[in-house]
């Protein structure tokens, strides 16, 4: 079984910052891709940023420049640095991690945390 655990979220005034954090425990022989993901009320679920193996990244056109993904190969975590946040980038945001787990491939979300941007 392969578990995340996400950290981080909470209530900051616009033009605050945040830090969201996401790490994997279990039985990992890998990891891929991992991402951050937000939904906002009446809204569907959206990438906001992605990593890969290799540490390349793409981000949310909404959030370039803002936002920074990064990640700790040993730690099997990743971050979400959040700056200059704005009312609209309040939502629940969930970790997304692929990988393998040494005789299949899994996928997992994290249980969701949730920023709130507001004054």
């Known amino acids: 079984q392969v578990h995340l655990v996400e950290s981080g979220g909470g209530l900051v005034q616009p033009g605050g910052s945040l830090r969201l954090s996401c790490a994997a425990s279990g039985r990992i022989f890998s990891i891929n891709a991992m991402g951050w993901y937000r939904q906002a009320p009446e809204k569907q679920r959206e990438l906001v940023a992605q990593?890969?193996?290799?540490?390349?990244?793409n981000y949310a056109d909404s959030v370039k420049g803002r936002f920074t993904i990064s990640r700790d190969n040993a730690k099997n975590t990743v971050y979400l640095q959040m700056n200059s946040l704005k009312p609209e980038d309040t939502a629940v945001y969930y970790c997304?991690?692929?990988?393998?787990?040494?005789?299949?491939?899994?996928?997992?979300w994290g249980q969701g945390t949730l920023v709130t941007v507001s004054s």
């Open positions: 990593i890969t193996t290799s540490g390349s990244t």
């Open positions: 997304k991690i692929t990988g393998y787990t040494g005789y299949r491939s899994f996928e997992r």
